[in-house]
């Protein structure tokens, strides 16, 4: 199974990205988280300090599985502006094979800024709608839309991530990771009461 990366940049939303990272181990997938820094040690959004896996100037990303970006501010923007993976995300995103997943602010401010949702279905973190150049905004949990997973924030990080082992590894295992986690969903694989 092809290696997925998470990326972090400082002020990332801690919440998303390590659920992503601990969701997608349960499920056997590899993946690694990346700094797109020169320093290990990246701080989120709220003063947690995680240290990477890599740094993205000497990681090989070959053919990558998932590019997947958590929300967050400034993190979010911190992955916007950083050019060397705006061309590996346009790169993925043209590839048959290339799947990338993003929560909270980076589906608007980094895929949306890029033009890669035009003609997609997308969500967001409320608020960022307007940077979904060209994509139709659907006021919901989770989308996934051919090679995307969006969600729309920290709340949704499990039903997100989960969006993304079904994707890539079926309904069948999604259903039972989250189950192993004591999250039920009901026969269609859905989430829809979280809380209650």
Not at 14 to 28: M, N, P
Not at 37 to 47: D, F, K, N, P, R
Not at 140 to 169: H, Y
């Amino acid at each position: 199974m092809k290696e997925s990366f998470v990326f972090l940049a400082d002020g990332f939303e801690e919440v998303e990205a390590l659920t992503a990272v601990d969701v997608l181990r349960r499920a056997g997938m590899p993946v690694r988280t990346v700094s797109i820094s020169s320093s290990l040690q990246v701080t989120g959004a709220h003063g947690i300090s995680v240290k990477a896996d890599a740094i993205y100037e000497s990681t090989l990303f070959g053919n990558p599985g998932w590019l997947i970006l958590p929300g967050g501010l400034p993190g979010a923007d911190n992955l916007y502006k950083f050019a060397p993976l705006q061309g590996l995300l346009k790169q993925h995103a043209e590839s048959s094979e290339g799947r990338i997943a993003a929560i909270c602010a980076a589906p608007a401010v980094v895929l949306g800024k890029l033009g890669l949702l035009k003609g997609r279905k997308a969500t967001c973190y409320p608020g960022f709608e307007g940077m979904l150049e060209g994509a139709e905004y659907i006021d919901t949990r989770v989308v996934a839309d051919d090679k995307f997973v969006l969600g729309n924030g920290p709340a949704s990080a499990l039903e997100w991530a989960l969006a993304i082992v079904r994707m890539q590894l079926g309904q069948e295992k999604s259903c039972t990771i989250a189950n192993d986690m004591l999250l039920y969903p009901n026969g269609d694989g859905q989430f829809n009461n979280l809380f209650g």
